[in-house]
């Protein structure tokens, strides 16, 4: 275990991920004590690309189990596969094999549904477990996943119990929905992902959109900043910045200063802002004034 | 690790729990062995505790400044602006306090505040006040009402009603099925598994049905002077509604809002009421509903709301923001929740109608507006309740 995060830092910007210190020394700590990671922020900062890009940084395989309201074991751990349990008993009824030999072969291995949390532990090689929006999930499963995420080894009555074969990485994402229980907040690592500052959201437009001109990118990235200290309902994430900059470019929009663009980024404001209040708040005179003050 | 190290690290752990944080035993171990494994310099060991010691957003933001003010010696010590377990156990010789107190003027804690009746509570603020000056000045014609009716054992009732009406609405009809033995559909899935050992002929049925779910409660009480009368009865009143029931949120606000769930879930009622009077400064000065509600919409709102919320507001509406300021933000509370309550003391007297400008313009967004002015009229909401 190691308390040195640059490489972790490094590996991930080779991925395409740009990591403040912080995230990068909580998935550091997390490869290191095995503990899962607990990720909350708000939408669009990049919690569910961290684990897509630690993934990538450590080659092994990404798992996602994504949360709902109703969420229950059968969806995320296991189910038999009925269907063709069904048909297997059909098809074997004739060629008369004993009952018990049925049995046994329609609860073997082949008939089993793996689900993500199944899947996740019976790997070779650790992978990455994106558990996302573990907030969305009821309070029931949540304690359920406790058990797993202490014990890593999951009980099927038919087949026995199955131990991991490797600790996955466990990346929980949380975009604060409902207040999680203080029993999962103690069990993992906590960060929280703020909007990256204008640096680093430069970088990591830089990463993700490799051609674009450095002027332009500069304009936008100010732009964005300014636009999320306005009172907005939803304020835009990286991932908004991203669209936004794509369509700009798409739109052949070379800088945002000049009548010629005007129309263009109005129409294109669509999208980083999500609701109507936010695009009513928004009218071409206030687009100009934020417009104005980017250098 | 030298023990002088781990003696201090035990002692940064104390100072954490004793700023709120969740932490024993357990983290000092894994702290303990993850320092003394490494070579590290301080950013690093500090991004590194924070990240294994915090556990929400909160505890995040303040980490920093903890960390510094222990090993350091920032002179932070002081920084536990979040009121610790025993912060006011200065004030416990105030044994009467549940009993008499509220308004909490008379608390210890506010000895150096002038106390006001309330006909002369106004406040120089209040410009839209025309509610305020009813308010004082039938203040002889109302000795029925609730806040004349000072004996424990009201106060009590009012904590049993409020926990009658809790019950009421906890649970509501989920969409999604789950299965049971006595459901009102048939599980097809869960019929041929059952069945696969007779060779997948259905002979015995399983059969789901649409669970309760919990009802999520969240009370925003309005403290300001105004409605100080009432304070006493609707405390115990929110606290009886949210206390033992785990989904529910409450909220004070009077010019500013404070979430006091955690303050009314302690055990000993006059420790609530002690904790309260800290809390919330300006009780009883005027009210910014409109402001109020903004910073619950913008900061509680995601998380305390869902589509099976149901937002109860007590207030009597009299708003020294502006009127459009309201209706916007209750558009957006309504936006979030399910049901909108609103219990309006002032709604019990004779000859009421909702003529505060906020008031009226807050009907277009409420379910339900009904008044509160009595152990009868709260006790008579259940009906009401078991409709939302």
Not at chain 1, 227 to 244: F, H, V
Not at chain 2, 185 to 203: K, M, V
Request: proline share 4%; hydrophobic share 40%; aromatic share 8%.
């Amino acid at each position: 275990m190691t308390f040195d995060y640059k490489p972790v830092q490094r590996d991930l910007a080779e991925a395409g991920y740009i990591a403040d210190d912080g995230l990068a020394m909580a998935l550091c700590l997390t490869i290191g004590l095995r503990r899962p990671l607990l990720l909350e922020g708000e939408a669009g900062v990049g919690k569910t690309d961290v684990a897509k890009a630690l993934a990538a940084a450590l080659k092994t395989r990404l798992i996602r189990l994504q949360c709902y309201e109703g969420l229950d074991a059968n969806a995320t751990i296991y189910e038999w596969n009925y269907q063709r349990q069904l048909l297997a008993i059909r098809a074997h009824e004739r060629d008369a094999m004993p009952s018990d030999a049925i049995e046994r072969h329609i609860f073997s291995e082949d008939y089993l549904l793996r689900r993500p949390l199944l899947e996740a532990i019976s790997q070779p090689q650790s992978p990455v477990l994106l558990i996302d929006e573990i907030d969305r999930a009821d309070e029931e499963f949540e304690a359920y996943l406790l058990e797993i995420l202490s014990d890593f080894q999951i009980t099927i009555p038919e087949l026995g119990t199955i131990a991991a074969r490797s600790i996955p990485h466990v990346i929980l994402t949380s975009n604060g929905t409902r207040t999680l229980s203080d029993a999962l907040r103690r069990r993992c690592l906590y960060s929280y992902v703020d909007f990256p500052d204008e640096t680093k959201e430069l970088a990591i437009l830089h990463a993700r959109l490799p051609d674009i001109d450095r002027r332009l990118a500069r304009q936008i990235v100010r732009f964005v900043q300014m636009l999320r200290r306005e009172e907005l309902e939803k304020k835009p994430g990286i991932a908004e910045t991203l669209d936004w900059a794509s369509a700009l470019i798409g739109l052949d929009v070379r800088s945002i200063h000049g009548d010629s663009a005007a129309a263009a980024i109005q129409a294109s404001l669509i999208c980083l802002l999500k609701t109507e209040a936010d695009l009513k708040s928004m009218p071409r005179e206030v687009t100009a004034r934020l417009i104005g003050k980017v250098a | 690790m030298p023990s002088g190290a781990a003696s201090r690290m035990t002692g940064f752990m104390a100072h954490l729990r004793h700023n709120g944080f969740a932490v024993g035993p357990g983290e000092t171990e894994l702290v303990l062995s993850a320092l003394a494994a490494n070579e590290f310099d301080v950013s690093a060991a500090r991004l590194g505790l924070k990240t294994m010691l915090s556990g929400d957003r909160l505890q995040w933001s303040r980490f920093d400044e903890l960390f510094d003010a222990y090993w350091f010696k920032r002179g932070l010590r002081l920084a536990e602006r979040a009121p610790a377990k025993d912060s006011f156990r200065s004030h416990r010789p105030r044994p009467e306090l549940w009993d008499k107190v509220l308004p909490p003027e008379e608390g210890s804690a506010y000895s150096n505040r002038i106390e006001r009746g309330p006909g002369e509570a106004e406040e120089p603020d209040e410009t839209s006040g025309s509610g305020r000056l009813i308010a004082s000045t039938q203040d002889a014609l109302m000795r029925t009402d609730l806040r004349t009716l000072v004996s424990p054992g009201d106060v009590a009732e009012a904590e049993r009603i409020a926990e009658r009406l809790a019950r009421a609405i906890r649970y509501r009809l989920s969409r999604r099925r789950i299965p049971t033995c006595r459901g009102d559909t048939i599980d097809l899935r869960r019929t041929i598994r059952h069945n696969l050992s007779r060779g997948g002929e259905p002979i015995e049925l399983r059969r789901k049905h649409r669970p309760e779910r919990p009802v999520r409660l969240v009370v925003l009480l309005d403290v300001s002077g105004s409605m100080k009368v009432y304070n006493r009865y609707f405390l115990s009143f929110v606290r009886g509604l949210i206390g033992k029931w785990l989904q529910a949120d409450a909220f004070l606000f009077h010019t500013r809002l404070v979430r006091i769930t955690d303050v009314l879930r302690e055990r000993d009622a006059r420790r609530v009421m002690g904790r309260l009077s800290l809390m919330s400064e300006g009780f009883g000065g005027g009210t910014r509903i409109a402001a109020s509600l903004k910073h619950f919409n913008d900061r509680y709102a995601k998380e305390a709301l869902n589509s099976r919320s149901v937002v109860i507001v007590m207030s009597d509406g009299y708003d020294t923001d502006p009127t459009e300021a309201l209706t916007l933000e209750l558009k957006r509370l309504k936006g979030r929740a399910r049901r909108l309550v609103w219990l309006n003391p002032l709604l019990g007297w004779k000859d009421y109608t909702p003529v505060a400008r906020a008031m009226a313009a807050a009907l277009d967004y409420i379910d339900y507006f009904a008044t509160a002015h009595s152990l009868a009229s709260l006790a008579a909401l259940e009906d009401e309740f078991v409709r939302l």
